[in-house]
């Protein structure tokens, strides 16, 4: 039998929620100590919206609805994680923490770019609250494996 080496990109997602006070919703990770949006690696046979709206429910407590793309972001590592992100509309619940969240909040608009740490966090983040209707398409180099997470951008366009 042949061996093929089939390429290899993890997929993930990740999502700005927006409340009706325009407030976003943010967490903070168990494992940087960091705060950040929902975000999840899509599970085999899973469609990407699916993904994102079962990992934001089970991080925070709120049900979503996703209504635009906003990005495509590709971290060159190996293996390679290829991120897509959305805007979310907030459908219903309330905050709650869970394994995958150390605190949930709903944080001002103009706070919020302020307690992420993390560059690709930061620019993801960024994008998303600035989205014009251009999708951004972002290729860098993150190693999650070292502290600082080694930042490098290779690329940043609109598409």
């Known amino acids: 039998m042949p061996n093929h080496n089939y390429p290899m990109h993890i997929v ?4 700005l929620v927006l409340n009706s006070q325009g407030q976003v919703l943010l967490i903070k990770s168990p494992r940087y100590g960091d705060w950040e949006f929902p975000g999840v690696q899509v599970e085999e ?8 709206e079962r990992e ?3 991080e925070t407590g709120i049900t ?5 793309l906003v990005g495509i ?7 390679s994680i290829v991120n897509i992100d959305f805007i979310c509309e907030y459908v219903s ?18 706070e919020a770019l302020s307690r992420v740490k993390r560059e690709a966090i930061y620019k993801r983040l960024k994008d998303m609250l600035e ?8 290729a860098y ?5 070292r502290l600082d997470l080694n930042y490098q951008e290779l690329e940043d366009r609109k598409i």
């Open 73 to 79: 972001y590709s971290n060159i590592r190996k293996p």
């Open 56 to 58: 934001v429910l089970e």
């Open 141 to 145: 180099f993150v190693d999650p494996n």
């Open 64 to 68: 979503v609805r996703i209504k635009s």
């Open 93 to 110: 619940g309330e905050p709650k923490t869970s394994a995958e969240s150390a605190e949930v909040e709903w944080v001002a608009r103009e």
């Open 45 to 52: 046979s899973e469609t990407i919206p699916h993904a994102l």
């Open 131 to 138: 989205f014009d209707g251009e999708i951004t398409y972002r």
């Open 12 to 15: 993930a997602t990740g999502g």
